[in-house]
């Protein structure tokens, strides 16, 4: 069983840039994604990454802001938002898939983390 903790939430203004985190108690070398759910709106992918690192994959929404990477010596995966808007209001969710590749919806979630952006 992996347990998938985010970190980093929390509230900014227009413009301005976050760092989400998560930390997982076990072996992170699958594929990991970070979702998000807003107020009023279905739960949305925002971004995934493989197992090494070298491929990901960005919602349009986020694409040019947002950044995925992972550290696999210390089993965390970050989220670095810039350039963030009120429409980026929204629970973030960090993900597990069950494979190297994000194939398949993501068998793992953390409890997930406020971003509230102010306009």
């Known amino acids: 069983q992996v347990q998938l903790v985010e970190s980093g939430g929390g509230l900014v203004q227009a413009g301005g840039s976050l760092t989400l985190s998560c930390a997982a108690s076990?072996?992170?070398?699958?594929?990991m994604g970070w979702y998000r759910r807003a107020p009023g709106k279905q739960r949305e992918l925002v971004a995934t990454?493989?197992?090494?690192?070298?491929?990901?994959k960005y919602a349009d929404s986020v694409k040019g802001r947002f950044t995925i990477s992972r550290d696999n010596s210390k089993n965390t995966v970050y989220l670095q938002m810039n350039s963030l808007k009120a429409e980026d209001t929204a629970v973030y969710y960090c993900?597990?898939?069950?494979?190297?590749?994000?194939?398949?919806?993501?068998?793992?979630w953390g409890q997930g983390t406020q971003v509230t952006v102010s306009s």
């Open positions: 993900t597990q898939y069950g494979s190297m590749w994000f194939t398949g919806p993501p068998i793992y």
């Open positions: 076990g072996s992170i070398f699958n594929a």
């Open positions: 990454i493989n197992s090494g690192g070298s491929a990901t």
